[in-house]
């Protein structure tokens, strides 16, 4: 007989369906719908025993606070505010405040971060030494004590105003803050703020062809200086031929302090140096790590190739060491943004203060309060994240 | 499944467990056995720790007095020191049963707070304190000054509309805690410190040369300090308020803390008689014992010694009675008839 070899039909009896009840399909999505469930009856409780609380309690509750007279003063303001503006405003002003402060801080402890971190990594033994200590330092100490040092320690001990430091009779450094004087542009000094956008624009430009030039023909073209040619040069000469269309409006010494000009509260700059130096010092290890990170063989590469350290460290390294860095320094920027409420102990009149502070006590709506600010510090934290996270996407590596 | 059946049993008795009535105020401190008192961080002859860490002070004794009608033990009471930021959530919340606290009598904080005011223990006023080389002799040439001043309190707004009334040109510095406040005043930060009066004169003697600051004439507005409780519960904001008259009682009916057990004995004046409980049922209204006002008195004291004892010319603080001297006397305190 012949191998039996030739393929039967095998009829494969399908399994019955299981019941609705057993079948893994219908199981998941019942326990899911279940949890679902519970999760927004608690939601709805948590809400409704809450405005219930409220109104055993005879407390008010609802937004229309936020049309009502403040009926205080805020010591520095960026917008108009007076005593007979609303909450509301007080809102934004407190918001402008905290923005105004971590805006400024970012871009600060970057530039403090990005150049302690490289320092780290410097050759020289001293160099790297210092920037040790800096970061070891800084690190460690409790962000509000460094606050209260700055504060404290660095500002109180100013003069009072009637003995103030004085710097070419327009700058005046006491303990109620530095006063300087207040640039009032005239008409004609549109003109050379318009030079200086087209000065930018035009910078741009040179770069973009330089560098359009310089990967067909190779020759290189010296962008930084006519850049800042561009910029500077032109608006300094539009200024001086127009006559000098700046008026400077001068503080002057009138009973207590300085009225007129502009003034940098010691508030707003312990503040600000103490968020900028703490959060540097993180900054400063992310970047050496994103630095490290890079193989060593670049650098090797690099530096074979006949670049020196500055040209190896800025063409090669960093848009490498980038991809590493940029997430981290992702939560550095929210933790400063977020630090900045802090400022409540000091009296410098950021969201928190103002609007979760004062506000929150005259009318004592805290639940509305607290979600309003809440729900600002997650926008400003949204809204970082956004612009971190295009960049990064920007320049990530594409694996093949 | 035994899961499903456990989350949703834990739920719904999660939910009654939360919106189940709550018993009244008098109810749960007498199950707990003390009151909690919201008191200041340290204002001297109001609400102070002393060295070993007990408090004393005027508004310190009106919780001693509320707990001395509850337990007949004035003792029965523990404190919880509240800044002016965190002193009304803290009593909205349960955290504390009342607060004596220097606080200001307010249509706002009556009503939009939820709070009740259990009468005034202290008629005051806002002052200003400044240094006495600033040679500033009233508060109209304060125009330009730098005012030193705690978060969340009346006299943030007082002084707002005191110089928008007069047209001068301010710049507040606003800390949450009192010490703050007082060190950047110190230290030279501010030019102006503004606050009660009563409490001026109480921080005043923290600080290091008080002679080298003066309290300016003006008074510029009314602060009626008296304790605080929550809304929606009358027997507690009753009893509250009833100790504090009690207390006035037994000075306008000269009876103090010496004399009452031989008053006790012997009198038969019928207020003292109705005040020490030997007629009446006063007490038993109240829901405390029938001898609520003797145990007061005799533990605490009546308004006088307390005020003499703390705040008066006697001791660092020295303040008159001025307004709360009693009404016989010229002033604004006034016990409601307790019959």
């Known amino acids: ?400 | 499944m035994k899961l499903v059946k456990t989350i949703a049993a834990s739920a719904v008795l999660a939910s009654m467990g939360l919106t189940g009535a709550t018993a009244g105020t008098l109810q749960d401190v007498q199950k707990k056995g003390f009151v909690q008192c919201g008191v200041s961080q340290g204002t001297p002859g109001f609400s102070n720790p002393d060295a070993s860490g007990n408090w004393a002070g005027f508004d310190v004794d009106v919780c001693r007095a509320v707990a001395a009608a509850i337990f007949g033990d004035a003792n029965k009471v523990k404190y919880t020191p509240l800044s002016s930021k965190e002193r009304f959530t803290a009593l909205q919340s349960g955290e504390v049963d009342m607060l004596s606290r220097t606080t200001t009598w307010t249509l706002v904080r009556d009503t939009a707070l939820g709070l009740n005011f259990a009468g005034v223990n202290y008629y005051d006023g806002q002052g200003f304190l400044v240094r006495k080389d600033l040679g500033v002799k009233t508060a109209m040439e304060l125009g330009g000054a730098s005012v030193c001043v705690a978060i969340g309190t009346t006299t943030e707004l007082n002084m707002a509309d005191f110089f928008r009334k007069h047209k001068l040109k301010y710049n507040p510095v606003v800390f949450e805690k009192a010490d703050e406040v007082l060190a950047a005043y110190e230290g030279g930060r501010c030019d102006v410190y503004t606050t009660d009066r009563s409490s001026i004169a109480a921080q005043r003697t923290k600080l290091k040369n008080p002679k080298d600051h003066m309290v300016l004439p003006e008074t510029i507005s009314k602060e009626p300090l008296g304790p605080v409780v929550r809304h929606g519960d009358d027997q507690w904001l009753d009893l509250v308020k009833w100790s504090l008259y009690a207390m006035i009682d037994a000075e306008e009916n000269n009876v103090t803390s010496k004399n009452v057990d031989s008053l006790k004995a012997t009198s038969t004046d019928p207020k003292i008689r109705r005040l020490l409980g030997m007629e009446g049922d006063m007490g038993k209204n109240l829901g405390v014992s029938p001898d609520w006002a003797y145990n007061i008195i005799k533990q605490v004291g009546n308004y006088g010694e307390s005020y003499e004892k703390y705040m008066g010319t006697k001791t660092p603080l020295g303040l008159a009675r001025g307004n709360n001297a009693l009404w016989e006397n010229g002033g604004l305190q006034y016990g409601m008839p307790i019959r």
């Open chain 1, 1 to 400: 007989m012949a191998n039996d070899t030739t393929p039967q039909a095998v009829t494969v009896a399908r399994p019955a369906k299981p019941p609705i009840w057993n079948d893994p399909v219908y199981r998941s999505l019942f326990f899911q719908a279940v949890v679902l469930a519970l999760f927004f009856y608690l939601a709805w409780f948590l809400v409704s025993n809450t405005q219930h609380n409220l109104e055993k309690q005879g407390i008010a509750s609802g937004f229309g606070f936020l049309n009502t007279t403040a009926g205080f003063s805020i010591g520095e303001h960026l917008i108009s505010y007076t005593e007979e503006d609303t909450y509301g405003r007080v809102f934004w002003v407190g918001l402008i405040n905290t923005a105004y402060v971590s805006g400024i801080g970012i871009v600060l402890a970057t530039i403090l971060g990005f150049s302690i971190g490289i320092a780290r990594l410097s050759p020289n033994w001293l160099v790297a030494r210092l920037a040790t200590v800096y970061i070891e330092t800084l690190r460690n100490i409790p962000l509000l004590l460094q606050i209260f040092f700055w504060y404290f320690a660095m500002l109180r001990p100013l003069p009072s105003p009637r003995h103030s430091v004085t710097f070419f009779d327009s700058f005046f450094l006491n303990n109620r803050g530095l006063a300087y004087p207040k640039a009032i542009p005239e008409s004609a000094f549109d003109v050379v703020i318009g030079l200086f956008i087209f000065g930018i624009i035009a910078a741009i430009g040179i770069s973009r062809w330089a560098k359009k030039r310089q990967d067909a023909t190779g020759q290189q073209f010296p962008v930084f200086w006519s850049a800042l040619g561009l910029i500077l040069a032109v608006s300094v000469i539009a200024y001086f031929v127009l006559g000098s269309p700046l008026g400077f409006e001068y503080p002057v010494l009138k009973g207590f302090n300085y009225t007129g000009g502009l003034t940098m509260s010691p508030e707003f700059v312990a503040l600000l140096l103490a968020l900028t130096m703490y959060t540097a010092a993180f900054i400063a290890e992310i970047v050496r790590s994103g630095i490290n990170g890079v193989s060593y063989g670049q650098t090797e590469a690099a530096l074979s190739v006949g670049l020196n350290r500055g040209m190896v460290l800025r063409l090669v390294i960093i848009p490498q060491a980038m991809r590493i860095i940029m997430p981290p320094l992702t939560s550095q920027y929210l933790n400063l943004t977020k630090n900045s409420s802090l400022a409540a102990a000091i009296a410098y009149p950021d969201l928190v203060l103002v609007f979760a502070g004062t506000t929150l006590m005259q009318t004592g709506q805290a639940v509305e309060i607290i979600i309003m600010v809440m729900a600002c510090y997650l926008f400003f934290s949204l809204f970082i994240s956004a612009i971190m996270n295009w960049y990064n996407r920007r320049i990530m590596l594409v694996e093949r």
